[in-house]
């Protein structure tokens, strides 16, 4: 399941969604990089910044899902989604995934914006991302046959190392990582309580 071969014109119609998403990742972080005043003051418009979104700016609880700015964060989210979107993209259809996703995001900087300080900042997909995590932890868990012997193995690793890679890295918002993942469990659960799966 975690192993692609299609092109990149394969990959974009057969999983739209993470495709989009993606590319959006990649153009708000090429943006966040030009040396230019107007686009610095739009992306700081997108940080989840709990002061600011005290004063009434509840976008920045939405815009933070598509936002990194490193190179590294942006690699690491953008290839996690790049392995464990298309599966679950299968599994939900593209529009089920893409309220998945994003329910699972914004809980997440939700929960942040509640227990962490108002002087508490953040960007990042790691609270989606995560969410995935919890969705195919629910098929280890709970739907084995989904899945073969190997891949569940990955499933567990890559929380495993997700959840260590938070644990160790100074300023991760480790908040929206456990909702997230929690949520994307939970949702999992719904979605399969409503009707059977086919095997991937």
């Not at 929960?111 to 953040?122: D, K, P």
């Not at 995560?130 to 193995?153: A, C, E, P, T, W």
């Not at 890295?169 to 059977?196: C, E, M, R, S, W």
Request: aromatic share 16%.
């Amino acid at each position: 399941m975690f192993v692609r071969t299609e092109n990149a014109a394969e990959f974009k119609r057969f999983y739209p969604v993470t495709f989009t998403l993606i590319c959006i990742h990649i153009a708000l972080w090429l943006l966040a990089a030009l040396p230019s005043h107007l686009a610095e003051s739009f992306i700081l418009q997108l940080i989840g910044v709990n002061s600011l979104i005290s004063q009434g700016e509840y976008w920045r609880l939405f815009t933070p899902i598509f936002l990194h700015l490193s190179f590294s964060h942006l690699l690491f989210n953008s290839f996690s989604l790049f392995l464990l979107g298309p599966g679950a993209e299968r599994i939900l259809s593209s529009y089920k995934f893409l309220l998945f996703y994003l329910t699972c995001g914004l809980l997440g900087n939700i929960v942040t914006f509640l227990i962490q300080s108002s002087f508490y900042s953040h960007v990042g997909a790691s609270g989606a991302i995560f969410g995935l995590l919890g969705f195919y932890l629910y098929l280890v868990i709970k739907q084995k046959h989904m899945l073969s012997q190997s891949n569940q193995q990955i499933i567990v690793v890559f929380l495993i190392i997700g959840l260590l890679s938070g644990l160790l890295t100074p300023g991760t918002n480790n908040t929206a990582h456990f909702v997230g993942g929690i949520a994307g469990f939970l949702l999992a659960f719904l979605a399969f309580k409503q009707k059977n799966k086919p095997q991937i």
